[in-house]
């Protein structure tokens, strides 16, 4: 495995060992499960950036809540991390950041 591998296989693995609590905000969730890797102003990193004029700013809700619970490419799936109303809380977030 390459070092740039081993870095995103530590990342991810960081990730998917992180928990928040289930009334975290948005944001709170963003910075826990999110910065990594987007960011922590959504400007993009090993993943795509999420801001304003990003293609995840023109993606619907479903896109978005899809990717977060499935994962999409490199990036982990959420569905055992994340409830309903947290998924809920991370998009409206990235709502009020892509504007």
């Known amino acids: 495995m390459k070092p740039t591998g081993l870095v995103l ?5 960081l990730v998917a060992c992180s928990s928040v609590p289930k009334d975290a905000s948005g944001e709170q969730i963003y910075a826990t499960l999110c910065a990594r890797c987007h960011g922590a102003d959504l400007q993009g990193g090993v993943g795509p950036p999420l801001g304003p004029g990003s293609s995840a700013a023109q993606a619907p809700d479903s896109y978005l809540e899809e990717t977060i619970l499935r994962g999409r490419g490199r990036m982990p799936s959420f569905q055992g991390a994340l409830d309903s109303g947290q998924v809920e809380r991370l998009i409206r977030y990235l709502r009020e950041r892509q504007t």
């Open 9 to 13: 296989a530590a990342a991810l693995l």
